[in-house]
């Protein structure tokens, strides 16, 4: 009898063992429990934030439409302005050539002579009228330019003033550097010569002016042999007094 009771005693005592928890497991379970409290404390932070980030970022995509609106506005008044003022352009640069193109003969005056649509500038060919790196005007651009100030005399044009533009290519200046420092110098004698030789025809030095523009106003922008061509040229230009 006493066996049987000491046996029903250890058997209860490990089943009320097993189903009890120790202080450190019971600890373990609290700090989980707080960590996880904090946890959704700092993810509710968290969504707060975010909530006022987003209230935030839609006041300003409200601000940003109005301003859009208000440069799409602005754009399109500028549109309308920038047509009006080429418009206006257009046909103040049209009355120009015409009263280029009216003078007599100028087809007459070789292939090399010509008219420059964006300037409305008469084109005299570089490679015509100078030497490589020289301002020195051959016998043929002398002859060019007798014809063109017999046209330029006539009473009609009286009333311009004549602007004579020199214009290089991009090459740098080599052979004539002691002479002519770069494309600047270069262009500006080669503009002073044919002033001075269209002086010695008759032309009147009050109505005469001349300026130099290197390389930066190029009738092509290619960099091909036939560009740099086009680019040497001086242009003589008509402004009304």
């Known amino acids: 009898m006493k066996q049987k009771f000491v046996l029903l005693f250890l058997l209860l005592s490990g089943w009320l063992g097993s189903g009890c928890v120790s202080m450190q497991e019971y600890q373990d379970v609290m700090t989980e429990n707080a960590e996880l409290k904090k946890t959704m404390r700092n993810h509710f932070q968290t969504v707060q934030r975010l909530e006022k980030e987003k209230q935030k970022l839609a006041r300003e995509n409200k601000a940003l439409k109005r301003e859009n609106q208000n440069l799409v506005q602005q754009v399109g008044l500028l549109k309308k302005t920038l047509v009006n003022t080429q418009a206006k352009y257009d046909e103040i640069f049209k009355k120009k050539l015409a009263s280029l193109t009216k003078i007599e003969g100028i087809k007459n005056l070789g292939k090399d002579f010509q008219i420059n649509p964006k300037t409305g500038g008469i084109v005299l060919e570089g490679d015509i009228f100078f030497n490589p790196g020289s301002s020195t005007l051959r016998s043929q651009g002398k002859l060019i330019l007798r014809k063109l100030v017999q ?39 080669r503009a002073y010569s044919v002033l001075q030789y269209m002086a010695s025809l008759g032309v009147p030095k009050n109505r005469l002016f001349i300026s130099g523009y290197a390389f930066y106003k190029p009738r092509s922008v290619s960099n091909s042999p036939k560009s740099k061509k086009l680019n040497r040229r001086v242009e003589i230009v008509l402004h009304q007094k």
């Open 151 to 189: 046209k330029l005399s006539s009473p009609k044009y009286q009333k311009y003033e004549i602007e004579i533009a020199g214009h290089t290519d991009s090459d740098p200046v080599k052979r004539t550097k002691r002479k002519y420092k770069d494309n600047w110098w270069l262009s500006c004698a």
